[in-house]
Structure formats: C-alpha cells, structure tokens
C-alpha cells in the first residue's frame, strides 16, 4: 500500500477492524481512490493466501503491475458498458446461438482458478447444427491482464484453426474489451494493443470471420472447459471422438435450449 495516496488514511485507521477500516476509507476517498484501494487489498489477499498453501508467490513488481491492470480492466469495462449502443439486438443474448448454415462458429474463454492463482484458456469449435468439431485448453502463466488473457484465448483459437485446417466464419468472447480491442481499429502500442493487431492480421489472411461478444450465459460450454484446464494437462486438443462425457452433455445441454 505505500507509494499510494491513501496510505496516509490507512495508518491513521490501522487499530480498526477490517471492516470499519473500509468504511472509513470510502467515506475518505473519492470512487476512483476507493476502487484502487480495494483492489489492492484482494491482491495482497489473494498472495497471501497463495503463499499460505503453495508455499510461493509472485514478485512484487509482477503483482503490481497485474494489480494496476486488472484496476484498469474493470474501469474499462464499466465505461465500455456505458457507451455500448442501446439499440444493439438482445433477442436471443442468453443462450447458445448457432451460426449460418454451412460454417463454423469458434468459441473461446479464459478462466482464473483462485485456489491456485492460476490462469487457463479455451475453446471449442462448432457447426451450425451445434455439433462439435475440436476443442481445447491452455494453462499460461499469471498474464499482464485479464483482457490480455481473453486475447491471447482468441488468438490461440484461431491459430488452432488453422493448424488444422478448419475454417471458422464466426468468433465469441464473452470479454467486451478483448473484442473491442480487436474490432475498434486502434493501433495503439501497449501490451493488449500489440496482441489486438496481431489478431486482427490474422483475421484478414483469413477472410475476416466475424468477431462478437457474447453474454457469460451464452458461452457456458468453453467456460466450462477453460476451467477444466486450470487443473488438467498443460495443453490439450480434443477432437469429434476425443471429449469427454462431461462436456458431450454441456454440448446437449446448449443444443436442448437452442431448439
């Protein structure tokens, strides 16, 4: 906490509990301050709880800097919210939706684990009728941010694609950043921005498949799987007659609520 504005406050209110420690700080703080202070209170307590029971932890530096990135990710996202036109179609924003007939619909998702402070991404491949073609999972390292993640999970999903052959025409993220930061045109040169233009050329070698944001609920297959990667085998492709009973019932599950 030192180095921040409000580390001055926090000593003056350290004989508090925890819970009048925090009541004190957001009556103290503006909202903008009281987020910052927040989310470093869950970072040093999410270390310390991996410290706890896996006997290690982060750097700092690395720790601050997700800390401040993560910040940065949930105020975008809250602005993104904001500006998002109302006039956007939400017929259908809660379940499944297949694509046009005769193509391939790629969905990807990045998972946390908190009992191991660890990340994985996946993703499944899909017909219109909603059959599945390939899936797979990825554990990486604690990255930059969580738009990064959900980046590097679009990225991976169609690089995937292309190693085997299959030609996907629709791409999901249940990220509003990660596709914003693909679909907006911006060039700017940070972490997230360098991987967003990335992705976008190699959208275009390979037809530009269109690229949505999808609601949480709509994406409940690859968020399953991106969890199940948090804790199975560094990297893993599944193809039609490979996956497994647990996930050919997530499959039936969306088809059931498709039809």
Not at 21 to 27: A, H, Q, T
């Amino acid at each position: 906490m030192k180095g921040t504005g409000f580390w001055h406050i926090l000593k003056q209110a350290r004989h508090l509990e925890a819970s009048d420690i925090s009541l004190r700080m957001k009556d103290k703080l503006t909202k903008e301050e009281f987020e910052g202070f927040v989310m470093r209170s869950w970072a040093i307590w999410s270390e310390r709880l991996r410290l706890t029971h896996l006997r290690n932890a982060y750097p700092c530096a690395i720790n601050v800097e997700w800390c401040t990135n993560l910040l940065k990710d949930f105020q975008e996202a809250r602005q993104a919210l904001w500006l998002a036109p109302h006039h956007e179609p939400l017929s259908s924003p809660n379940s499944w939706i297949a694509p046009r007939v005769n193509t391939l619909r790629l969905d990807v998702d990045a998972s946390y684990n908190e009992g191991s402070n660890s990340f994985a991404l996946g993703g499944i491949i899909r017909s219109h009728e909603g059959q599945p073609i390939l899936a797979f999972g990825k554990n990486i390292a604690k990255p930059i941010s969580v738009s990064f993640a959900e980046l590097l999970a679009i990225q991976i999903g169609v690089n995937i694609s292309r190693e085997h052959n299959i030609d996907i025409h629709l791409i999901t993220s249940d990220s509003l950043l990660a596709v914003q930061a693909v679909t907006s045109g911006d060039e700017n040169r940070s972490y997230v921005g360098t991987l967003a233009l990335d992705i976008r050329g190699l959208l275009s070698h390979l037809g530009n498949p269109s690229l949505r944001h999808v609601r949480r609920t709509a994406n409940n297959v690859v968020h399953s799987i991106a969890s199940f990667a948090c804790s199975s085998p560094p990297y893993f492709v599944w193809k039609s007659g490979d996956f497994l009973f647990w996930l050919i019932n997530l499959v039936i599950k969306d088809l059931d609520i498709f039809q």
